[in-house]
């Protein structure tokens, strides 16, 4: 039978997960769909890798190159199954799939899907890996070490800060080459992800303070708050006046984490409170609102249900 005549869907999903409902399609829907496909002469077949990689495939890492071949076999009928975690590891699979085939715009996409997908689980490792992934495709496919940095930035403190060890190693590398690129002006040349070949400048030297504005009017833009408060706090330390910065800075704060740490109100308060020191009482109410909101918001809701 031609392939004009010939339908196969791909099934994807982590294999850890979503058993009942990969069998609910094979065993229920997809008979169904045969038998309505047989009737008007269409072949209909499909493919679980979760049955069709072998073990000595999988050890000879050829595991990427047979979904790959699978999956452009099947095109356009693609089923992707996940609760919202497997989704994110899904997504992230796919992306990197595309950077592979070298659509970059499509991986780019993708990896913008899990980071969301990753801030509303509250998954940081997920997130870190997405954002490193980002600013890898911006540094070495595009050649925007600028754009990439803030990326990088937040991935490491999201590693570092949350104990990821390997992953903290995986980073470190690459945000050091990306901090000395962006720094000199430098383009991404392939080897971005610190192999050893990449030589340092020169000379080094700290960004400006044009230059760190430009960075966190760019985190900020694209709601990567942790970079945006690192950027901000080294604009404080170069002189710049807390009037304009503390507007930005609260706001990085508040949603830099889904919970507001000890540390972050403590900022905060003492933000605050030098606003007010310096006659801006204005500008700081309604920050303080926004903070009290904050708070209010983390409070455990009280249950409607009385206990006799």
Same mark, same amino acid.
């Given at each position: 039978?031609?392939?004009?005549?010939?339908?196969?869907?791909?099934?994807?999903?982590?294999?850890?997960?979503?058993?009942?409902?990969?069998?609910?399609?094979?065993?229920?829907?997809?008979?169904?769909?045969?038998?309505?496909?047989?009737?008007r002469?269409?072949?209909?077949?499909?493919?679980?890798?979760?049955?069709?990689?072998?073990?000595?495939?999988?050890?000879?890492?050829?595991?990427?190159?047979?979904?790959?071949?699978?999956?452009?076999?099947?095109?356009?009928y693609?089923?992707?199954?996940?609760?919202?975690?497997?989704?994110?590891?899904s997504?992230?699979?796919?992306?990197?799939?595309?950077?592979?085939?070298?659509?970059?715009?499509?991986s780019?996409?993708?990896?913008?899907?899990?980071?969301?997908?990753?801030?509303?689980?509250?998954?940081?490792?997920?997130? %870190? /890996?997405?954002? *490193?992934?980002?600013? !890898?495709?911006?540094?070495?496919?595009?050649?925007?070490p @600028?754009? =990439?940095? $803030? +990326?990088?930035?937040?991935?490491?403190?999201?590693?570092?800060?949350?104990?990821?060890?390997?992953?903290?190693?995986?980073?470190?590398p690459?945000?050091?080459?990306?901090?000395?690129?962006?720094?000199?002006g430098?383009?991404?040349?392939?080897?971005?992800?610190?192999?050893?070949?990449?030589?340092?400048p020169?000379?080094?030297?700290?960004?400006?303070?044009?230059?760190?504005?430009?960075?966190?009017?760019?985190?900020?833009?694209?709601?990567?708050?942790?970079?945006?408060?690192?950027?901000?706090?080294?604009?404080l330390?170069?002189?710049?006046?807390?009037?304009?910065?503390a507007?930005?800075?609260?706001?990085?704060?508040?949603?830099?984490?889904?919970?507001?740490?000890?540390? %972050? /109100?403590?900022? *905060?308060?003492?933000? !605050?409170?030098?606003?007010?020191?310096?006659?801006h009482? @204005?500008? =700081?109410? $309604? +920050?303080?609102?926004?903070?009290?909101?904050?708070?209010?918001?983390?409070?455990?809701?009280?249950?409607?249900?009385?206990?006799?």
């Open positions: 039978m031609p392939d004009n005549r010939q339908i196969r869907v791909f099934i994807s999903s982590t294999f850890r997960d979503m058993k009942r409902e990969r069998d609910l399609l094979v065993k229920k829907v997809f008979p169904a769909l045969r038998q309505k496909c047989a009737a002469y269409v072949a209909f077949n499909e493919v679980d890798l979760r049955w069709g990689i072998t073990d000595e495939q999988a050890a000879e890492g050829k595991v990427l190159p047979v979904c790959l071949a699978e999956i452009e076999h099947c095109r356009p693609f089923i992707g199954l996940g609760n919202k975690d497997g989704m994110q590891r997504l992230g699979n796919q992306a990197l799939i595309l950077m592979v085939r070298g659509d970059l715009g499509g780019m996409a993708l990896h913008k899907q899990k980071e969301q997908i990753c801030r509303e689980l509250g998954n940081k490792n997920g997130l %870190a /890996i997405s954002l *490193i992934n980002q600013a !890898l495709l911006l540094a070495d496919k595009t050649s925007q @600028a754009a =990439a940095l $803030p +990326l990088a930035e937040e991935a490491y403190r999201l590693a570092s800060g949350h104990g990821y060890i390997t992953l903290v190693a995986q980073i470190k690459i945000l050091e080459s990306l901090r000395r690129s962006a720094e000199s430098m383009t991404g040349d392939g080897s971005v992800a610190g192999d050893g070949s990449t030589q340092p020169p000379t080094q030297c700290e960004p400006s303070i044009s230059d760190l504005r430009a960075m966190a009017s760019n985190a900020l833009t694209r709601q990567l708050w942790e970079a945006a408060e690192t950027y901000l706090e080294r604009l330390k170069m002189g710049e006046p807390v009037e304009t910065i507007s930005n800075l609260v706001t990085a704060l508040l949603n830099a984490h889904h919970a507001l740490t000890p540390q %972050a /109100i403590t900022r *905060i308060e003492s933000l !605050l409170a030098q606003l007010e020191a310096g006659g009482a @204005a500008l =700081a109410s $309604p +920050l303080r609102e926004r903070l009290t909101a904050k708070l209010a918001a983390s409070q455990p809701k009280k249950s409607r249900w009385k206990l006799w």
